[in-house]
């Protein structure tokens, strides 16, 4: 199984993972922050790893395209889930319905960032470019 499939594996569990996890909790946080903030930074921890395993099977699917372009992909991607696991969820006013969904998006854009500040080696490594570019 080659690198792409195993980093699309990797990105579909743990979406899975994260939605039967809300699931079964019935979004029910305990924790010394108190419910809400507790479920805002479970968001935002959950879609933060969601966010790099997103972008390093971006990096992988479309591997020929320009690299500026693989986080506003994995964004929009992310920022979709988001949206449908929001959707699935309901419940609560609009107000925490958008919190929760600004929290998932906190996720994702630290992930995007995160590519940009780690050290060249750890990027390429994560987005696999040494093995791609070495032959150009």
Do not use: K, Q
Not at 34 to 50: E, F, K, M, P
Not at 113 to 126: E, H, K, Q, S, Y
């Amino acid at each position: 199984m080659g690198s792409r499939w195993v980093w699309n594996a990797a990105s579909a569990a743990c979406y899975a993972w994260f939605m039967a996890s809300r699931c079964l909790a019935g979004t029910v946080f305990i924790s010394e922050f108190g419910r809400t903030d507790a479920l805002l930074l479970s968001h935002v921890i959950g879609y933060l790893v969601l966010g790099i395993l997103l972008l390093g099977a971006v990096a992988r699917r479309w591997s020929d395209s320009n690299p500026l372009l693989w986080r506003p992909i994995m964004i929009a991607a992310g920022s979709g889930l988001a949206v449908a696991e929001v959707m699935v969820h309901g419940g609560g006013t609009h107000a925490s319905r958008m919190d929760i969904w600004m929290a998932s998006m906190l996720g994702l854009v630290l992930a995007a960032i995160l590519a940009r500040v780690l050290p060249g080696v750890i990027a390429r490594r994560w987005l696999d470019i040494d093995r791609r570019w070495r032959g150009r």
